[in-house]
């Protein structure tokens, strides 16, 4: 039985409530955060760094899913696990040494993901899938959020999602851009797992927004 879980992303949350939402999202069954960290080199937007992550660690007891969205992410590994990492995904396209860079993740004990862009083939993970807990197939170029799906990237989770099937790998499938109710069952049916929903979520009655999720594809409690 596949078991799928939600992400909802605080880079849509309304960060003068931010404690408040998070505990929100928690308390509506919301299975992991997804914590977006942007450098403004690798993509165009900053978003924060460790001291938020350091802060809200102390009001959630959730699966904290950090998603380095920067430049040789390799450089700051141990600080994020320090300020509260459960899980680091790092960027193909970002990693100078991508093989090197999961070896460290995994070294720091927490879970270790790769990212690719809507326009990176799947064969960049070749080298580091014996490895890897989750891919995270952007549906949308990073870096700024409230962006339409990019219908060609189910296409790309399907393919994924036979590649992972047909060379027995055990890693999370993981969408993050766009995700919504209008979209979220079919992106499930081409084989993701985990759903990265920001906008969908924090805008609105959270409460509400997280159990339709929930109810449309059967995230797990």
Do not use: W
């Amino acid at each position: 039985m596949v078991m799928f879980k939600l992400a909802p992303s605080i880079l849509a949350a309304d960060f003068s409530k931010l404690g408040e939402q998070i505990h929100l999202v928690e308390a509506a069954g919301a299975d992991e955060l997804h914590i977006d960290v942007m450098d403004g080199i690798f993509v165009p937007s900053i978003s924060f760094g460790m001291p938020v992550i350091q802060s809200i660690r102390g009001v959630s007891k959730m699966f904290f899913d950090v998603h380095l969205m920067i430049t040789e992410p390799v450089r700051y590994l141990e600080e994020f696990v320090k300020a509260g990492a459960d899980g680091i995904t790092v960027h193909a396209e970002a990693c100078s040494d991508l093989k090197e860079t999961v070896k460290r993740v995994k070294e720091a004990g927490v879970k270790v993901g790769v990212s690719i862009k809507p326009d990176t083939p799947i064969s960049v993970l070749e080298d580091v899938e014996p490895y890897l807990d989750r891919v995270l197939v952007m549906t949308v170029n990073p870096g700024f959020g409230g962006q339409k799906l990019i219908p060609e990237c189910v296409e790309k989770v399907r393919e994924l999602a036979k590649h992972r099937s047909s060379c027995s790998f055990s890693y999370d499938i993981q969408v993050d851009g766009g995700i919504g109710l209008s979209n979220v069952r079919e992106v499930a049916d081409a084989g993701a797992e985990v759903f990265v929903a920001g906008t969908a979520v924090f805008r609105g009655n959270i409460l509400q927004n997280v159990k339709a999720f929930k109810e449309e594809v059967g995230v797990a409690d």
